[in-house]
């Protein structure tokens, strides 16, 4: 069994996607983190069967708009002196901005310079948004 | 109020909205001569960076029959845009001219962007194969003027239902009134988009049928709406010659047809209305591109809060 320090003061990402840890690692620039950082991945978890882990030594400000438009079932726990002070079950924001390209050839946001590239959401049981400029579909998925 | 408004989306307006537009295009149509003059000494911009015939000219004689004035381009190598300037500095300095502008992309959500920047009325003129709802708003005063009510219809589509921009806007514009059913025929592979059906026919529980067949339901129909297959909207030409003839108008399919249905189309046509359909009298689609501009004539006055 791999043992990973657990938290003194710190963000732990729980209940991620198996698969989706290292792309949220990467979306939050962990890497530039001067401070400790672990991700672990496929842990075995009873509602998931398996799930990813990021556990981040030191308090850091987290977008959690974005992080639920990448992935609703994850929580954020918030530790001090070891324990868990808040718990946040992220969900699908209504909107999300400058976050993914849209990816319909015709949209004009593949020509226009310094256009914020926005989406709606449409389908909140689908995750589906849709591009505010050409409707095009995006699957949060 | 619609003074200041943009129009991007058909949906952009309330059907109330949409009544009062189509409530004054009507008394335009009665007395034309009493709105010859009503925006005189106002400028409309027309800029279409694709080319248009219809669209662009509907708009123009428009807003000469108002007594206003007309300026712009027909195509994007007669504009900046060739030496890349985006559409909001295009539409920035347009603001600067005119009261009130037209735009034509062929990039979807350019118009969308114009009114983000835009300090007088927009019109969507049509972009890319996203939305064109000044055709929307012709085909209800099309609707509206030939049958003298936008309910209580069954609606039939037929052709290219995947690409056809008017057949989407048609078919939620419509989905607004009290009961409508729709028949959608068409070949498989250009069936309506399942986003049209999920979000629009099924969620508001409106009845539709979907089949390959014009011949056998065309009984039912109080409206034909016929469409184009159009080139610019595949990639792949092989595709586009497969299906471009896949459904054909003519008279034998119209025996069956019912004596006050009406045929309409967006146009231009190519081959899937037969010239003999033209003088049949539930052909509409001429008499459509009329509406078409009696429309634009209200539109453009209600977006400049003009009045007699």
């Keep these: 069994m791999l043992n990973v320090d657990s938290v003194e003061k710190g963000i732990v990402i729980d209940h991620i996607k198996a698969g989706r840890g290292m792309y949220i690692y990467n979306y939050l620039k962990l890497d530039e983190l001067e401070s400790c950082v672990a991700i672990i991945k496929n842990v075995k978890s009873e509602k998931q069967g398996r799930k990813d882990l990021i556990k981040i030594d030191g308090i850091i400000d987290i977008n959690l708009e974005v992080l639920g438009f990448i992935d609703p079932n994850a929580t954020v726990n918030i530790v001090e002196d070891g324990k868990i002070i808040t718990k946040t079950k992220l969900k699908l924001p209504n909107r999300v901005v400058d976050v993914v390209k849209c990816k319909n050839p015709r949209c004009i946001t593949s020509v226009e310079n310094e256009i914020k590239h926005e989406f709606r959401l449409s389908d909140i049981e689908k995750g589906s948004y849709r591009c505010v400029y050409c409707d095009s579909m995006y699957s949060a998925s | ?308």
């Design chain 2, 1 to 308: 109020m619609l003074k200041g408004r943009h129009l991007i989306d058909p949906m952009d307006f309330s059907p109330e909205e949409i009544d009062e537009i189509l409530q004054l295009s009507d008394e335009i149509i009665k007395n034309p001569r009493l709105y010859a003059d009503v925006c005189k000494g106002y400028i409309l911009a027309t800029l279409f960076f694709e080319p248009s015939t219809r669209t662009r000219l509907s708009f123009e004689a428009a807003m000469l029959r108002l007594g206003g004035s007309v300026t712009g381009f027909s195509s994007a190598d007669a504009s900046s845009a060739v030496k890349g300037e985006s559409v909001a500095d295009t539409v920035k300095t347009i603001s600067n001219y005119a009261d009130i502008c037209a735009m034509r992309h062929p990039k979807e959500g350019a118009p969308k962007i114009a009114a983000m920047y835009s300090d007088i009325p927009v019109i969507n003129g049509g972009d890319g194969g996203h939305h064109h709802p000044t055709q929307t708003l012709t085909d209800l005063l099309t609707i509206r003027s030939l049958k003298g009510r936008l309910s209580n219809f069954t609606v039939g589509f037929c052709g290219d239902l995947k690409f056809g921009r008017t057949v989407h806007s048609l078919i939620k514009a419509l989905s607004r009134y009290e009961n409508i059913k729709f028949v959608l025929v068409s070949p498989e592979e250009l069936r309506v988009p399942d986003y049209i059906k999920d979000e629009v026919l099924t969620k508001k529980r409106i009845d539709f049928v979907e089949v390959d067949k014009l011949e056998e339901i065309m009984p039912a129909l109080d409206i034909l709406y016929m469409t184009r297959v159009q080139k610019e909207r595949f990639f792949n030409e092989e595709d586009y010659i497969r299906l471009k003839d896949s459904f054909i108008l003519d008279l034998n399919k119209l025996e069956n047809a019912k004596d006050d249905m009406i045929i309409m189309h967006p146009l231009p046509r190519v081959n899937e209305i037969s010239m003999e359909v033209d003088s049949d009298r539930r052909a509409a689609y001429f008499k459509q591109t009329k509406y078409g501009m009696y429309v634009r004539m209200g539109l453009i006055m209600k977006l400049l809060g003009v009045e007699i």
